[in-house]
């Protein structure tokens, strides 16, 4: 399909219209699992985004937490599902806009104290500091000022992975500890 003819309103609109007779039905679940590559390894492992696509990543560990920094870590990937979600939403916003985009990058940076997942000072808190998200987009020459700020305000609003990581969310963690084979 030639790019003139996507459409996010026609694809959106019978989506709208049965969440509105069916908010129920708008609710989904994302997901994600790590794959048992090697056990023993304590700087490498493989995470599936979406089980069930085939799409693997490998993941390893910051060199600054004694890992050999060879793949991307979890917070690289964290930052990526930041940048991809943000790419999209700019994407999707320019075309209900009518907005033709010439090109849209985003690069997203966080900043972690690592002192604080090595316990090396418990005043420290584990997790990123703060994140920086830059995009960067070239709209067909003409396009108004006004309607690249409806770009950028309409594409933040609808970020998910944006939204979530500034408003923060429930998470529920289970462990269980198998016995031996």
Same mark, same amino acid.
């Given at each position: 399909?030639?790019?003139?003819?996507?459409?996010?309103?026609?694809?959106?609109?019978?989506?709208?219209?049965?969440?509105?007779?069916?908010?129920?039905?708008?609710?989904?679940?994302?997901?994600?699992?790590?794959?048992?590559?090697?056990?023993?390894?304590?700087?490498?492992?493989?995470?599936?985004?979406?089980?069930?696509?085939?799409?693997?990543?490998?993941?390893?560990?910051?060199?600054?937490?004694?890992?050999?920094?060879?793949?991307?870590?979890?917070?690289?990937?964290?930052?990526?599902?930041?940048?991809?979600?943000?790419?999209?939403? &700019? %994407?999707?916003? @320019?075309?209900?806009?009518? /907005?033709? #985009?010439?090109?849209?990058?985003?690069? =997203?940076?966080? +900043?972690?104290?690592?002192?604080?997942?090595?316990?090396?000072?418990?005043?420290?808190?584990?997790?990123?500091?703060?994140?920086?998200?830059?995009?960067?987009?070239?709209?067909?020459?003409?396009?108004?000022?006004?309607?690249?700020?409806? &770009? %950028?305000?309409? @594409?933040?609003?609808?970020? /998910?992975? #944006?939204?979530?990581?500034?408003?923060? =969310?429930?998470? +529920?963690?289970?462990?269980?500890?198998?016995?031996?084979?």
């Amino acid at each position: 399909m030639r790019e003139s003819q996507l459409s996010v309103r026609d694809a959106q609109a019978p989506l709208r219209a049965l969440y509105k007779t069916s908010p129920e039905t708008a609710r989904v679940t994302d997901h994600a699992r790590t794959r048992d590559t090697a056990p023993g390894d304590p700087f490498h492992g493989v995470v599936e985004p979406a089980p069930g696509h085939g799409a693997t990543l490998p993941v390893g560990v910051h060199r600054a937490i004694g890992g050999p920094h060879d793949a991307p870590t979890p917070g690289d990937i964290l930052c990526a599902a930041l940048a991809a979600c943000q790419d999209s939403a &700019l %994407r999707m916003v @320019a075309n209900l806009l009518g /907005v033709e #985009l010439e090109s849209v990058e985003v690069e =997203v940076s966080g +900043e972690v104290d690592v002192r604080g997942t090595m316990a090396v000072d418990r005043s420290v808190p584990v997790g990123f500091r703060s994140m920086r998200c830059a995009a960067r987009v070239r709209a067909k020459a003409g396009t108004s000022p006004e309607l690249i700020e409806k &770009l %950028r305000v309409g @594409a933040e609003r609808c970020c /998910v992975v #944006l939204q979530t990581l500034r408003a923060g =969310v429930p998470v +529920e963690t289970a462990f269980e500890a198998q016995p031996p084979a």
